[in-house]
């Protein structure tokens, strides 16, 4: 017995001759190599933040340069450095966010590169920019998103507690913390068993704290804020953390 590395399913490793009678008793039987594969994939996407530096970032601008330009002149170094759009790429990444759509980032830093350097600020400009391709990444064409949110009374605390640490980043008082912690894992795991994917929807202000939050407590966990649903999406309520059971 062992676990699927890339969605942590419970797994059995069986011989090649035993696959017919496995699918008989209705488990799904994939071979090796797409395992391996599958799970490659998945490293690869994990750590794609770590993989792209100065250069690769150079390339991205250099060929977006040839179908446009102008963009690119204003773009940088007058709105952003290099460095600072490498950081905001690494920012997406992070959180699983193609960049392939690099003219949709780009046209977006150009805009509100004149108004902060905040590469914060800038990371979600873009993330609302590449909205579509987020939640289509998530869940596909469907027109209703089931997400989860948080209790409001809850979401007000968060707001009014996160606070500037030491680091320069923002701090949550532990007792909070683990409670929060404890609630989103027992919604995850809930979300787990109805076979649902778990997105949760929070306020633009603390999204992002939110993300890091999760991405070391509840890794399965994805988050986004109201901004960054399209237009042409409906939301579904399917969780409510932090509100009392009836």
Do not use: C
């Amino acid at each position: 017995e062992t676990q699927d590395p890339a969605f942590g399913l419970e797994s059995v490793w069986i011989e090649h001759g035993q696959r017919d009678y496995a699918q008989t008793l209705g488990y799904t039987v994939v071979d090796a190599s797409t395992v391996l594969a599958t799970h490659l994939k998945e490293i690869l996407e994990r750590n794609a933040h770590e993989l792209l530096g100065h250069e690769e970032v150079q390339q991205l601008l250099d060929q977006l340069a040839r179908s446009a330009p102008k963009l690119i002149e204003d773009l940088v170094p007058g709105k952003l450095s290099l460095g600072q759009i490498l950081k905001i790429l690494k920012n997406l990444l992070r959180e699983n966010v193609p960049i392939r759509d690099i003219r949709s980032i780009a046209e977006t830093l150009a805009e509100s590169g004149g108004q902060s350097q905040d590469i914060g600020v800038l990371t979600s400009q873009a993330r609302v920019a590449l909205s579509r391709g987020i939640v289509q990444q998530l869940i596909g064409p469907t027109e209703e998103i089931p997400v989860i949110v948080l209790e409001q009374n809850l979401e007000r605390i968060l707001q009014k507690t996160l606070h500037p640490s030491n680091e320069g980043g923002v701090g949550l008082e532990p007792g909070l913390a683990e409670q929060l912690q404890n609630a989103l894992l027992e919604t995850y795991h809930q979300q787990e068993r109805a076979s649902q994917q778990s997105i949760l929807l929070v306020a633009a202000s603390i999204r992002a704290w939110m993300a890091n939050f999760v991405r070391h407590s509840v890794p399965g966990m994805r988050v986004l804020s109201y901004q960054e649903i399209p237009d042409n999406r409906k939301i579904k309520v399917v969780a409510n953390v932090g509100r009392p059971a009836d």
